[in-house]
């Protein structure tokens, strides 16, 4: 099976030797030794592209480029996609007959914050 017959399905992803700088609140990635659930967006020879659901930006600057007081600030969650470069999968699971793809006692979802609910 060929990754790119994975684009829109949930997968399972082990990573190895993922970057600390790329851990936390920009990647969604928090725990990147435990297994992440993520939804596959599209593969190329770079790595995947994978689905944060609750990607958090916060605007600080206007379109003209002045700035927006702090207290004005306000944070917004959208969906993101990021690439995962191949250099950091260590591991690919997919359940092609499987619906939905659920978490597991030591997998993580990406973008989900592992101290909340």
């Known amino acids: 099976m060929y990754v790119k017959e994975l684009n829109g399905q949930k997968l399972q992803i082990k990573l190895r030797n993922f970057p600390e700088h790329l851990t936390g609140k920009v990647t969604g990635i928090y725990k990147p030794d435990d297994w992440l659930l993520a939804k596959i967006i599209q593969s190329d020879s770079s790595g995947i592209w994978v689905e944060n659901p609750h990607y958090r930006k916060k ?12 207290e004005e600030q306000q944070e917004e969650k959208t969906i993101s996609h990021m690439l995962i470069r191949w250099e950091y999968i260590d591991s690919i699971i997919s359940c092609p007959n499987e619906t939905t793809m659920s978490a597991e006692k030591h997998t993580t979802m990406i973008g989900f914050r592992p101290d909340e609910d």
């Open 59 to 70: 605007t600080v600057r206007k379109e003209d480029g002045t700035p927006i007081p702090s």
